[in-house]
C-alpha cells in the first residue's frame, strides 16, 4: 500500500554525526582534553566554546545501536555485571569502555577517545548518576553535577532556572580549572545564537507538519538528530534544518508526504526503537501510516535562545524540557501536538530499561487517548537493546491501532 | 459462493471457522499446529470444509488472524486476533464489553464496544508467561494432565504462594513447593491465582467493563476462570468452544467483505 519517502535533505544529519566523530578524534589527537557529557547535552554549547571536543555519551549509545554495533558492548557490560534492566544507554557505552581488542573490531564506531572529565545531570534520570560515577572510576577523572530540580509548577520557572544558572556559573569555574583555559563569553553567544537559529528553523520546519500529507515523519526527524545531538550551535545545524525546511516547503507545493499513500497520521511517545529504526519506519509505510509527531524527538532545546543572556538559554532548556514537566503538564502537551498535527492514534514506546520515561505512560495514554478520542496502543521495546523487541507482537499492535482508527472512522461515517 | 472462512494460526494452534452466507455457523476445526504453520492452516481449512460437507470452490472471502495470519497465502485479507475476538465475542453474546483471551503464547484484554469493535486493549509483552504454554511446562514438570488442571485445583483449600510467572523461575519455584511437601493441588490453585493477578494488571489498565467474556485455550481450565471471576468480581462468560472465537470473528470480516 503505502511506502517511504524519507527526506534527503535529513540524511544531512548523519554526514554531520559522521564529521563530529571525526572532529573529535582530531581534537584529541591535537592534545586537547575531552569531555564526556551524560545527561547534559544542553550544557554543550559551554564546553564547545572553550574549544574542547566533547561525546555526549547518550547520543552515541543510540548511533551505535541504530547501526547494529551495540550487542557486543551490551554482552561485555552483562559479563561484567550490569543487569539487563540497567539502562541499555548505560550498558551500550559502558560496555564499549570495557571491550578488548578483539571486541573492537566489532563496534567500528567506538573510535572515541578517553574522557578527561565528565559532565553529568540528575534531570530527568537517576541513572546519570550512576552512570557518570562509573565513567568517573573506571578513568579516575573529575566530574561535574549539575542538578536541574523537576519543575512542578510553572511558577517556580524562574527560581528553577536562576537555581541551575548559579550552577552553570560553577561549572565554568570546573571547566576553567580542569581545562585551564578561559572561557570565551563571546564565541559562546555566538553559539547560542546559531542556536536560536536552527531552533527557528526547526520550528518552521515542524509547522509544515501539520499538512496534509505530511512531508515528514520523526524517522526524518530521528535521521537528522545529529543537528541537536552533535551540532547545536554550529553551522551545520541551521543548514540542516534550513535544507530540511526547503525541502518540506517543496513538497508541500506538490502535495507530496513523507509516506506515499498517507492514509494514517500518528504520533510517537517515548524515544526510538534504535535497532528497529529502519524496518519500523517502513512497517508503518507500508500500511499508509505516518508518524508526523512526537514530543520526544522534537523535544530537545525547547525554548528559543537569547544570544544576550546564554545561561539563562542553557537554564531554561534544562527546566523546560517535557521530561522534566509534571504528568499533567505533559498530557497538555501531547494532546496539544495530536490535535494541531491532526492526529488519527498515539503509539506510546514503552521503554524496558529506561523506567524514567515509562512510569507514567499509562496515564498518559489513556489521558490523551480518553480526550481526543483517539486509540493509542503500547509497544514495548527499547532504546537499544533489541532483545527486548518482539517483531509479532509489535505487527500485532501496530495493526491493531490502525484497525481501530478504521472502525472509528466507520462508526462516524 | 456458499460460505465464508475465518482463519485463526495461533502459536500452538489453528483454528477454522466457516459460515454460511446468512452468517450461521456450518462447521469448525481445531488442528495442533505445534508451531505456526502453513500447512496446518491448509489441513484445518480442509478438515472444515470436508465437516459442512461442502468444496473448496464453495468458499469465498477467507480473513486470516492470529500470529501466523500472515502465513494464509490463501486468505484474501488479514485482520489481528485483537479485532477477531472482540468481534467473534460480540457474535457470540452481545452483551459482552470486555474479552480476556489467553491463548499459547500471549494473553489479551480487550474492551468491546456495543458493535463488537475494539475500543481498547492490552497484551502481555513478549514474553510468554502465564499463558497456554507456561501451564503447559507447569503440567509436564508436575507430572499433571494439562486437561485436569483446572478441575483439580478447585480442591484446593489453600492454594500455594507462586510469586513468578517466568516460566523457568515459576519451575524451579514449584519444584522447591514439592520438595516441601506441598500438596499438588495446592500448587495447581496457585499456579491459576499467579496467572489471574497477572491478567487482572491488564484489565485494570483498560479499565474494567462487565460483562466479560473468556476466549481461547485456557478458557477450558475452570480453574483460571474461577481465579479471575473471583478476583474482578464478576462473573466470566466461556462460550461452549472457547478457542475458536478469534476464527468466528475473521468468519464474520469474511462476510462483511
Not at chain 1, 223 to 234: I, R
Not at chain 1, 379 to 407: C, N, P
Request: charged residues 25%; contains cysteine; glycine residues 8%.
Amino acid at each position: 500500500m503505502g511506502q517511504t519517502n524519507p527526506l534527503r535533505s535529513a540524511r544531512l544529519g548523519s554526514r554531520a554525526t559522521d564529521q563530529f566523530y571525526e572532529d573529535l578524534r582530531q581534537g584529541a589527537r591535537e592534545g586537547k582534553p575531552v569531555c564526556w557529557i551524560l545527561g547534559a547535552l544542553i550544557t554543550t554549547p559551554m564546553v564547545t566554546s572553550l574549544g574542547i571536543p566533547w561525546v555526549f555519551a547518550d547520543a552515541l549509545a543510540a548511533h551505535l545501536a541504530a547501526r547494529h554495533q551495540q550487542k557486543r558492548p551490551e554482552e561485555v557490560a552483562e559479563e561484567k555485571g550490569y543487569l539487563r534492566e540497567t539502562c541499555s544507554y548505560t550498558r551500550i557505552h559502558m560496555g564499549c569502555t570495557l571491550l578488548s581488542e578483539e571486541d573492537r573490531s566489532k563496534v567500528l564506531d567506538w573510535q572515541v577517545p578517553n574522557p578527561d572529565f565528565v559532565i553529568i545531570t540528575d534531570g530527568c534520570c537517576s541513572e546519570w548518576v550512576e552512570w557518570g560515577d562509573d565513567v568517573r572510576k573506571r578513568f579516575k577523572v573529575p566530574i561535574f553535577t549539575l542538578h536541574v530540580p523537576f519543575l512542578w509548577n510553572d511558577k517556580d520557572r524562574d527560581e528553577a532556572t536562576n537555581y541551575v544558572v548559579g550552577q552553570l556559573k560553577e561549572m565554568n569555574t570546573f571547566l576553567e580549572d580542569t581545562t585551564r583555559r578561559k572561557q570565551d563569553w563571546i564565541k559562546l553567544a555566538e553559539i547560542i545564537n546559531m542556536g536560536r537559529q536552527a531552533q527557528d528553523m526547526r520550528a518552521a520546519g515542524q509547522q509544515l507538519c501539520r499538512n496534509i500529507p505530511a512531508p515528514a515523519t520523526i524517522f526524518d526527524w530521528a535521521t537528522a538528530l545529529g543537528a541537536v545531538f552533535n551540532s547545536w550551535g554550529k553551522p551545520q545545524s541551521v543548514e540542516i534544518y534550513k535544507s530540511m525546511k526547503q525541502e518540506m516547503e517543496e513538497r508541500v507545493a506538490r502535495k507530496e508526504g513523507a509516506v506515499v499513500g498517507e492514509k494514517y497520521r500518528l504520533a510517537w511517545d517515548g524515544m526510538i526503537v534504535w535497532p528497529e529504526f529502519g524496518p519500523l519506519s517502513k512497517k508503518l509505510a507500508s500500511r499508509g501510516a505516518n508518524v508526523v509527531t512526537s514530543a520526544y524527538m522534537w523535544g530537545f532545546f525547547p525554548t528559543l535562545m537569547d544570544p544576550t543572556d546564554p545561561l539563562k538559554s542553557i537554564a531554561w532548556n534544562m527546566v523546560d524540557v517535557w521530561a522534566n514537566r509534571n504528568l499533567d503538564w505533559q498530557i497538555n502537551h501531547v494532546a496539544q501536538l495530536c490535535e494541531d498535527y491532526k492526529v488519527d492514534g498515539l503509539i506510546c514506546h514503552a521503554h524496558y530499561t529506561c523506567r524514567a520515561l515509562c512510569g507514567q505512560q499509562l496515564e498518559l495514554m489513556d489521558a490523551v487517548s480518553r480526550r481526543l478520542d483517539i486509540p493509542a496502543i503500547f509497544i514495548e521495546a527499547d532504546v537499544g537493546d533489541e532483545s527486548f523487541y518482539s517483531e509479532a507482537q509489535v505487527d500485532t499492535r501496530l495493526q491493531a491501532l490502525l484497525e481501530m482508527i478504521d472502525a472509528k472512522r466507520k462508526r462516524r461515517a | 459462493m456458499k460460505a465464508v472462512a475465518g482463519v485463526d494460526i495461533g502459536s500452538l494452534t489453528a483454528k477454522t471457522v466457516l459460515l454460511d452466507l446468512q452468517g450461521q455457523l456450518l462447521s469448525y476445526s481445531i488442528v495442533a499446529a505445534g508451531m505456526v504453520n502453513r500447512k496446518a492452516a491448509r489441513k484445518c481449512l480442509t478438515q472444515a470444509i470436508r465437516k459442512a460437507r461442502l468444496r473448496t470452490s464453495d468458499i469465498g472471502s477467507i480473513v486470516s488472524t492470529g500470529y501466523g495470519r500472515s502465513l494464509v497465502k490463501f486468505g484474501d485479507r488479514n485482520i489481528t486476533e485483537i479485532s477477531c475476538h472482540a468481534r467473534g465475542a460480540h457474535w457470540l453474546m452481545p452483551h459482552v464489553r470486555m474479552v480476556i483471551d489467553i491463548g499459547g503464547q500471549d494473553s489479551k484484554v480487550i474492551s468491546v464496544d456495543s458493535e463488537g469493535r475494539v475500543a481498547n486493549f492490552a497484551m502481555n509483552d513478549k514474553c510468554a508467561a502465564g499463558t497456554g504454554r507456561f501451564l503447559e511446562v507447569m503440567s509436564q514438570a508436575l507430572a499433571v494432565d494439562l486437561a485436569a488442571m483446572g478441575t483439580l485445583s478447585l480442591t484446593s483449600t489453600n492454594p500455594a504462594q507462586v510469586s513468578s510467572l517466568c516460566t523457568v523461575f515459576a519451575e524451579s519455584e514449584i519444584i522447591s513447593l514439592a520438595a516441601r511437601g506441598c500438596p499438588t493441588v495446592d500448587i495447581v490453585a496457585g499456579l491459576h491465582e499467579a496467572i489471574g493477578r497477572r491478567v487482572v494488571s491488564m484489565v485494570k489498565g483498560v479499565g474494567i467493563h462487565p460483562p466479560v467474556m473468556m476466549s481461547g485455550g485456557v478458557a477450558k481450565n475452570q480453574g483460571v476462570v474461577k481465579v479471575l471471576s473471583q478476583l474482578l468480581k464478576t462473573d466470566i462468560l466461556v462460550p461452549p468452544e472457547p478457542q475458536i472465537v478469534g476464527a468466528l470473528g475473521a468468519a464474520i470480516f469474511a462476510l462483511e467483505e
